[in-house]
């Protein structure tokens, strides 16, 4: 029996595995059931936390009370937040016109594209270039029939779910605004009294490394953004593609998608203008297309390096496992209970 139990005490290293589990397991369960309810108000702290130096020194200066400053904030926020949805929809209605326009023209020349490669084999293999066209066109035409039949209403009838998803994330702004309003009255007070628990001792410094990581993360990603959307922005210009200016700026908010990436832009309008006899500008889709991923893959170490102490093979399976268990949202939880796990497995091991 004595020899038994000894297999089964727990070592050091064993009881290091068994602690990784059990965060792990709380994570999870903390990020599927608690941060849907929670999120809003530790989003607003965090807020109430940034607004509150300057909010503190206006204070003095102007003898305006603080959650009256934090309003006007709040309200200056929604409202840029408001003219930059409200710029980026318009030019992407205009684009889509703009694309819509142009259907019955990439119809056509994707029918003379087909006809000469069609022709080119039966010239060079002697087979039947009529058949392989016709094969093509009907394998064509069940994808869209596909299309109509099944895919669209599928989407349709999911607009009642996207509709749900729209309520809840304005019902998350809304009690934030209010959660920072009400937190901004006595932030100091507030602050104080959860320093002084001990027993939040390892909670306060796991949130402060977790806190670090984000801030780290979103300006490299803001500067990336900024750096990607004006190169593709300027080349596509250039080159003289209609909505040049919004597909470059949309292919920069792409690129922060993981698994998708500049490609899901840039490798379509690279065969459009293929399809559209256009090889040269083609070519320089593609080609923008290895600079957008070589800056990304030269630039993202240096902006984030070993700040977050965590490796980025370790981040993408995280957004990858984040997007299996939670939906859309992983993308952000993968990557965030990744750290909250390392972290407070570093503050366990300390």
Not at 36 to 58: C, E, N, Q, R
Not at 115 to 143: A, H, K, P, W, Y
């Amino acid at each position: 029996m004595g020899v038994f139990m000894d297999k089964f005490r727990l070592t050091g290293t064993r009881k290091k595995y068994v602690q990784i589990g059990l965060v792990t397991l709380a994570v999870y369960l903390g990020m599927k059931y608690v941060s849907p309810v929670v999120s809003p108000f530790i989003f607003a702290f965090l807020l109430a936390g940034m607004i509150d130096p300057l909010a503190t020194k206006l204070q003095k200066i102007l003898k305006i009370k603080k959650s009256v400053f934090a309003g006007f904030f709040l309200f200056l926020i929604v409202g840029i937040v408001f003219l930059v949805l409200w710029f980026l929809l318009s030019l992407l209605l205009s684009g889509g016109r703009n694309i819509a326009g142009q259907i019955p023209d990439f119809q056509r020349e994707f029918g003379v594209l087909l006809e000469n490669c069609c022709c080119s084999l039966e010239d060079r293999f002697g087979i039947d270039g009529i058949v392989i066209e016709n094969f093509i066109l009907e394998q064509v035409d069940i994808l869209v029939e596909n299309l109509e039949v099944k895919i669209l209403p599928a989407v349709m009838g999911k607009s009642f779910d996207y509709l749900k998803n729209i309520a809840g994330g304005i019902s998350f702004l809304v009690v934030t605004a209010i959660a920072v309003l009400l937190i901004m009255k006595d932030y100091s007070g507030l602050s104080e009294k959860i320093k002084e628990e001990k027993e939040l001792e390892g909670v306060i410094h796991v949130s402060k490394k977790v806190i670090h990581y984000v801030k780290t993360f979103v300006k490299a990603q803001v500067v990336l953004l900024l750096i990607i959307s004006t190169i593709c922005a300027v080349t596509l210009g250039l080159i003289g593609m209609k909505g040049g200016i919004l597909y470059g700026f949309l292919t920069g908010f792409m690129d922060m998608l993981p698994f998708i990436g500049t490609g899901i832009m840039l490798t379509p309008l690279a065969l459009f203008m293929l399809l559209n006899g256009k090889a040269w500008q083609a070519a320089v889709c593609f080609f923008l297309y290895i600079v957008c991923a070589l800056t990304r893959e030269f630039l993202e170490p240096r902006l984030i390096g070993n700040k977050v102490g965590v490796w980025p093979v370790g981040i993408l399976f995280a957004v990858f496992g984040g997007i299996r268990l939670f939906g859309i949202s992983g993308i952000i939880k993968g990557p965030l209970s990744l750290v909250i796990i390392c972290e407070t497995c570093r503050y366990l091991w300390k």
